[in-house]
């Protein structure tokens, strides 16, 4: 996916300076969404984050969630209902769900 090849990159580069960081993986949607399966976003320990999931809705909270991750060491499974108040309940994006697998990197 040429999409993910800066996420790609950053990764690349963590594994070199040895520094922490997580990939969170679009795994399903269901409905319809700004990106599909396969999307990547790269969040490292420094807070950088490279990559898009979607249009902006999900981003901040998938931070939020890698900082956890990157933690504890353990990935987690994310579900997100974008027909909810997540979009500050302006009707903007896309009314699906979509699920987010965040691994952490070694």
Do not use: H
């Not at 996916?1 to 990159?9: A, L, S």
């Not at 990764?11 to 795994?27: R, Y």
């Not at 969404?33 to 999307?39: I, L, N, T, V, W």
């Not at 579900?79 to 987010?100: M, S």
């Amino acid at each position: 996916m040429q999409r993910n090849f800066e996420v790609y990159k950053a990764l690349e580069q963590a594994k070199k300076s040895k520094k922490k960081a997580a990939i969170a993986t679009v795994v399903k949607v269901i409905g319809s969404s700004y990106r599909r399966e396969g999307a990547k976003m790269y969040v490292d320990e420094s807070e950088t984050c490279i990559g898009l999931i979607s249009g902006g809705c999900l981003e901040a909270d998938v931070a939020e969630v890698a900082k956890k991750v990157i933690a504890a060491g353990k990935p987690i499974m994310k579900f997100y209902n974008l027909d909810e108040d997540l979009v500050w309940g302006l009707g903007l994006g896309c009314p699906g769900k979509v699920q987010v697998y965040i691994e952490p990197i070694k």
